[in-house]
């Protein structure tokens, strides 16, 4: 088994309008995940650095970050990271470009971890639904290209407001979606944006959206979790 979570951390700013990575390490480690995708990871202008330090998710955290991208002072890749247990085994990472007016990205990684082989995928997709359609065809085709098939989990902000179609019919066709429920806003969750998905070949033991009384101060959005398994 091996739990997933993501979190747009809103670059580290909560609603009280501070930014506070130590407080966003502090929401991890409450779910405890071992891996995690992170949007919004990186401070918007600028060098556009990364909200969470290495040395600060070194020193108090047991994860680290995937190399992705060649940016310096960046964590992931236009804002999204990933995040596994340090004694994880990163196999190969890559970053995904995706059709988008503004700076849109995702980043794939294959991760060992503890024995556990899955492919997973962090993404933020556009507001505009028929972008967001479109980076959806960018990612799927540039996983299916792989011709070294894992179990594979792709989880993120998808921005899509609504319950079934859109992106999230797409997404479908080759993926299932984990129950996690509504994620945003965190004030009163109402809408499920942040989505975690997931090939056949895996099956969900349990899953949620963290409402924590320190989450609901952190983010604009609740971190989403799951614990999956192989068939």
Known sequence: MIKVAS????????????????????????????????????????????????????????????????????????GNALLVRKDAKILGSNI???????????????????GALVRVVGMHL??????????????????????????TVMMGDLNEWSAHAGCLRDFAHHFRFAA?????????PVAALDRIMYTPDLRVVDCGAHSSTLARRASDHLPIWAVLESH
């Open 96 to 114: 995904i470009h995706l059709p988008a007016l503004e700076p849109r990205g995702a980043v794939v990684a294959d991760v060992d971890s503890g």
């Open 7 to 78: 979190y747009n951390i809103h670059k580290g700013i909560g609603l009280d309008r501070r930014r506070d990575p130590r407080r966003i390490i502090d929401v991890l480690r409450e779910i405890d995940a071992d891996i995690i995708a992170l949007q919004e990871a990186d401070r918007r202008f600028g060098a556009k650095l990364c909200v969470i330090d290495p040395q600060l998710l070194d020193d108090h955290s047991p994860w680290k970050a995937v190399a992705i991208g060649d940016r310096a002072g960046s964590m992931g890749w236009h």
């Open 126 to 151: 556009d507001l505009s639904g028929l972008r967001r359609r479109r980076q959806a065809h960018s990612i799927m085709t540039h996983v299916h290209a792989d011709q070294a098939r894992h179990p």
């Open 180 to 188: 996690t429920g509504a994620s945003f806003h965190v004030r009163r």
